[in-house]
């Protein structure tokens, strides 16, 4: 907007103002012991809470020594591995995970029934709430739609602030049926405002799966195989939860001890997960894959792989950021379950829509980066493959564009925040505030006349 840069223009000169005041000694951090990212000096998160409803653990402690396992994921106790078989490729795992979330236990199948009912009548937007709010001022960012339309919700509630736990329930089931729409949605008027594309809106179906009416509502033709919508739905299935200490996760938590209402809290969440650093790793892998094709005369030759790839680890290649993105996790070591799970998803999925070279690709990257990033990076334990080297593969086979990808890690979680939502409100835990120390200096006050 014109506006924005000169207001940008007008406000540079102070720039150098904040360069000189704002940076603070690093030493400063090992001195008072600072857990910056609230992480031990190990890398172990630092204990800020109790969860009943998911565990993720990488390592098993014995006396002193972390010893690396293979990694492990429970939603409410059960192991995320036997959940997705016993799915049994059906359609609505992730509606059995919603409800295993929220409630703690696996639904019967007329639980199920009547879940899924409660869902389809609960998916619609609001009447004109599509041309009157996502698609009059359409945005570029999906992320940003997603947050408008949460927060433009609330005036849609008859009693928004209500944080009794049958009203807050009723907030995020309300929420969870309706992401998928307004991701959707949102993408749509994108294309149309600024690709020029036909604009196309499909109504969602009560009977169908959050997975298929995502593929209905994105394809200008509204359909999609079986084998499709099973593949999304592991997807939405595997990113639903991920322990209490994730960042949106967290926060969710810290919003709710305030007291606020339930689309402030979820808001803020979205404002955490659309960070690079949370949500979007999925599309850096993406950005590497298309720069090593760009600068790899044969994909297939291990050798000029691992060569692409070292060049990655010393900066000399893509963003020179000397990471393998897709590769690593701050808590799993030998094995990244979600990634295990979607591996493999991926390869029938590839097998039947004839991408099964390009899977290769991902395969070959996940088995050289194994060997080479402990070498370069000088660390002792193992390195693996986490789910973002996977998950963007399978996205693009669906035909999900780059712009939906954290969009769709959104639609899922918020299963897991509304969870955590509930948890604190449950418990009535205290207002979540950590301490900062001061390290500037105190000044004696001077009057404008004084000041030079």
């Known amino acids: 907007m014109k506006e924005f840069e000169e207001f940008r223009n007008l406000t540079r ?21 600072v857990k910056r990212g609230l992480r031990d000096s190990d890398g172990r998160g630092v204990l800020t809470g109790l969860t009943e409803i998911s565990d993720v653990s990488g390592f098993r402690v014995q006396g002193s020594d972390r010893i690396p396992i293979d990694g492990e994921l429970f939603y409410q ?18 509606e059995e995970t919603i409800f295993l979330l929220l409630f703690g236990e696996l639904p019967t199948k007329q639980q199920l029934d009547e879940f899924m009912e409660l869902l389809g009548i609960l998916r619609p937007l609001p009447e004109n709430f599509n041309r009157d709010i996502i698609m009059k001022q359409p945005s570029k960012n999906i992320m940003n739609v997603l947050q408008r339309c949460v927060l433009t919700l609330y005036s849609y509630d008859d009693n928004p602030d209500d944080i009794s736990i049958e009203h807050v329930l009723a907030q995020s089931l309300s929420l969870i049926a309706r992401f998928p729409v307004i991701a959707a949605y949102g993408y749509q008027s994108y294309r149309h405002r600024f690709m020029d594309s036909s604009l196309i809106i499909h109504r969602p179906k009560p009977e169908l799966s959050t997975a298929e009416n995502i593929l209905r509502l994105l394809r200008p033709d509204p359909t999609f195989t079986d084998l499709e919508a099973q593949v999304l739905d592991i997807c939405l299935v595997i990113h639903a939860e991920h322990g209490g200490g994730n960042n949106s996760s967290f926060t969710t938590h810290v919003i709710t001890t305030t007291g606020t209402d339930t689309y402030s809290a979820v808001a803020g969440s979205l404002g955490s997960l659309k ?61 990244d379950p979600r990634a295990q799970i979607l591996k493999e998803y991926a390869r029938r999925l590839s097998e039947a829509e004839g991408y099964l070279k390009e899977f290769e690709l991902y395969d070959r990257i996940e088995r050289i980066a194994k060997e080479i990033i402990p070498i370069h990076r000088d660390v002792q334990k193992p390195v693996c493959a986490n789910v973002d080297l996977y998950s963007g593969f399978v996205y693009s086979v669906l035909k999900i564009p780059v712009e939906l990808f954290t969009p769709m890690f959104a639609v899922s979680r918020i299963a897991g925040w509304s969870a955590h939502r509930i948890e604190e409100l449950v418990n009535n835990g205290k207002i979540i505030r950590p301490a900062y120390k001061y390290v500037g200096n105190h000044r004696e006050y001077k009057t404008i006349e004084e000041r030079s």
């Open 13 to 33: 000169k102070y720039l150098d103002n904040f360069n000189e005041a704002g940076t603070i000694d690093k030493s400063l951090y090992t001195k008072y012991d």
């Open 77 to 94: 106790g059960y192991d995320v591995k036997e959940l997705v078989k016993g799915f049994n490729g059906n359609k609505h795992g992730f």
């Open 275 to 335: 960070g690079p650093r949370h949500g979007g790793a999925n599309h850096k892998v993406q950005q590497m894959i298309a720069d090593l094709k760009t600068n790899v005369e044969d994909v297939e030759d291990d050798s000029q792989v691992r060569e692409y790839l070292t060049k990655l680890l010393n900066k000399q290649a893509f963003d020179r950021a000397g990471l393998i993105y897709g590769m690593g996790h701050a808590i799993y070591t030998l094995s």
